[in-house]
């Protein structure tokens, strides 16, 4: 069975970090790209960042762009994503995706789904 399973999630203070892991089982990582989402209350689910499955390549949302960075590490099954001065606009249910398409920020590209981490960014 095919599965993605994210972890890492908590609650943290603005200026804080926190790194999310997505763990792959049933299937290789070194074949599919790695998307990471997140979706807030009240809101549609937008693409945080994107990594390619040799991870060479990696795309940002500008709302992250120098605080998050994404990796994988492909021996482990693994992929993560370093969060690094969080602020309260980062608050969401964050989910990692694998897609075997060119990886980007829009959801639909992605085929499987993990079933998401809660971040809280608050004093």
């Known amino acids: 069975q095919l599965q993605l399973v994210e972890s890492g999630g908590g609650l943290v203070q603005p200026g804080g970090s926190l790194r999310l892991s997505c763990a792959a089982s049933?299937?290789?990582?070194?074949?599919?790209?790695i998307g990471w989402f997140r979706q807030a209350p009240g809101k549609e689910r937008e693409g945080v960042s994107c990594?390619?499955?040799?991870?060479?390549?990696?795309i940002y949302a500008d709302s992250v762009k120098g605080r998050f960075a994404i990796s994988r590490d492909n021996a482990r099954n693994t992929a993560y994503l370093q969060m690094n001065s969080l602020r309260p606009e980062d608050t969401a249910v964050y989910y990692c995706?694998?897609?075997?398409?060119?990886?980007?920020?829009?959801?639909?590209?992605?085929?499987?789904w993990g079933q998401g981490t809660q971040v809280t960014v608050s004093s």
């Open positions: 049933g299937f290789a990582l070194d074949y599919v790209a």
């Open positions: 990594i390619t499955y040799s991870g060479h390549n990696t």
């Open positions: 995706a694998a897609t075997i398409q060119t990886p980007n920020l829009a959801p639909g590209t992605y085929n499987y």
